[in-house]
Every structure is written in structure tokens, then in C-alpha cells.
């Protein structure tokens, strides 16, 4: 059976000395249908010396000036071509036969999203967290008030997901890509990539990540629960409140290290 179309999209700004290592994580799989674009925010660091290196390599790249990391990455997705789409952060990187085992799984025409685990590494190798991503528990307010995540890193979307919810959220630094909850991965344990956890990366402190959730993100998607939904959520969201009031939540965020929780 013909594999689908890949397109992989890597948004970078000045991480020179992890750039070539991601650039060839995704070339080193060998697909046989890829589409790579790297979008550079106009690295200063010797990262347009890579790109130049590997032109020959590179679907699309660019290296100037942009809006941010969701902007860049929306605007590979509205030039990208393939029926699959997929981010890696230049400071991350796949692990060998990552493609392999994701791609076939979009062969069933109902799949629109494949999520594998991802191993978070402390700059000296340690593993810090192997996160294998689980289906979303309960009810949809549930994933709300969690909320629920998946290891981005390890997750390909067929296209037509982006052009059913629309694209990542520009206003957003953070949890721009949460904005997908009616639609369901494929999840499965194998280790697909790896997020390079370094003290510059933005996702070094993940307190900055939840607070943006509940200010901005929570609000309007409970806006968008039906009214049932939110009538069967309020004893769970009451508790919840409670809970957090009593500072009970932190008790869960200690446990699993203060930065990535364990799934």
C-alpha cells in the first residue's frame, strides 16, 4: 500500500547547535514520500550556514523575521502538500523508525491523528520522563478542567484536521495546539522522539504552559462544551476548584516533578 505524503515542519531561532540534529533525524528515516520545511525566524548563530547545507535536502526553507513559532508553523501548513502533517522543535529529534511505525496506522481512513510516546532527556542523556499518551478520560469537561495532553512531539495529523479547527493559535506562546478536542489519537507506547529538555528551552518551566491554558484556552473551549456537557461537568469542576483552593493540585505536580506530568 502507497504510504501517504509526509510533510514535516521544523521552526527554529538561533539553536545552531541542535538544528543539524534535528534536520537529520527526519531526513535519516528515509520516507519515501516526504515533504520537509524548516521555517528560521532570521538566526543570527550560524543556522542559515546549516540550512544552506542541506538545501538540496529541503522541500522549503526560509530564514527571516517572522511572528512566532505558531505564525512560522502556520505557514508551512498553508504551503504544505502532504495528507500528513507533523512538527518536530529544532531543538527535538526523532528516534530511528519513527516514521515507519507512525505512517501505516493512517492506511484506516477513519484515523486523523497517530500519537506515540515521547522520552524527555535532561542535557546529559538522563531520562528525565518517558510519556506514553493514553485515550482522554470521561467526558470532554474532564479534558477541559485537566486538562488532557499529548506528547506533541510523537503526533501526526492528517491534514483535513487543520482545515476542519483551523490553524494553531498565533496569539498563544505556548499551548497554541490544544485546540483539537473533537477529534481522538491513535495512541501507542513506542518511543517515536525525543524532547531535549535544556534550560533556554520554552518548555523548561511548565508552570508558563499552564497558566496560559487556564486564562486563555479553558475558557473558551468550556464555551464550547453543549449545555448537557457542562450541566454533567459542574460536581467534578466544583471539587476541582476546591482542590486547588486547598493547594491539593500542587500535591499531583510535586509528585510528577514540576515540570512534565507522567502519562
Request: proline residues 6%; without cysteine.
Amino acid at each position: 500500500m502507497t504510504p501517504p505524503r509526509l510533510t514535516v515542519i521544523t521552526p527554529s531561532l538561533n539553536q545552531a547547535k541542535y538544528l543539524e540534529r534535528a534536520l537529520r533525524s527526519v531526513l535519516d528515516q528515509n520516507y519515501p514520500d516526504l515533504e520537509y520545511i524548516v521555517m528560521d525566524g532570521g538566526s543570527t548563530d550560524g543556522s542559515v550556514d546549516i540550512l544552506r547545507r542541506y538545501d538540496h535536502r529541503l522541500a522549503h526553507w526560509i530564514s527571516e523575521p517572522d511572528q512566532g513559532q505558531s505564525w512560522a508553523i502556520n505557514r508551512a501548513i498553508e504551503r504544505s502538500t502532504g495528507e500528513v502533517v507533523a512538527y518536530i522543535n529544532s531543538d527535538d529529534y526523532y528516534l530511528p523508525g519513527a516514521f515507519e511505525a507512525a505512517l501505516p496506522r493512517f492506511h484506516d481512513p477513519t484515523v486523523r491523528w497517530v500519537a506515540g510516546a515521547t522520552e524527555y532527556r535532561e542535557e546529559d542523556g538522563t531520562l528525565e520522563t518517558h510519556w506514553i499518551p493514553s485515550p482522554p478520560p470521561g467526558l470532554r469537561g474532564r479534558w477541559v478542567r485537566g486538562p488532557w495532553y499529548v506528547p506533541q512531539a510523537s503526533s501526526f495529523w492528517r491534514r483535513d484536521v487543520f482545515d476542519e479547527f483551523g490553524l494553531l493559535r498565533e496569539d498563544l506562546d505556548f499551548v497554541f495546539d490544544t485546540e483539537f478536542g473533537g477529534v481522538r489519537p491513535l495512541t501507542f507506547d513506542r518511543s517515536l522522539a525525543v524532547r531535549y529538555l535544556h534550560s533556554e528551552a520554552k518548555s523548561a518551566e511548565r508552570s508558563r504552559f499552564d497558566r496560559e491554558y487556564a486564562t486563555q484556552v479553558a475558557p473558551q473551549l468550556r464555551r464550547r462544551l453543549a449545555w448537557w456537557e457542562r450541566a454533567l461537568d459542574f460536581p467534578f469542576r466544583a471539587q476541582y476548584r476546591i482542590r486547588a483552593r486547598l493547594g491539593l493540585l500542587g500535591v499531583r505536580k510535586r509528585w510528577f516533578g514540576g515540570r512534565f506530568a507522567r502519562r
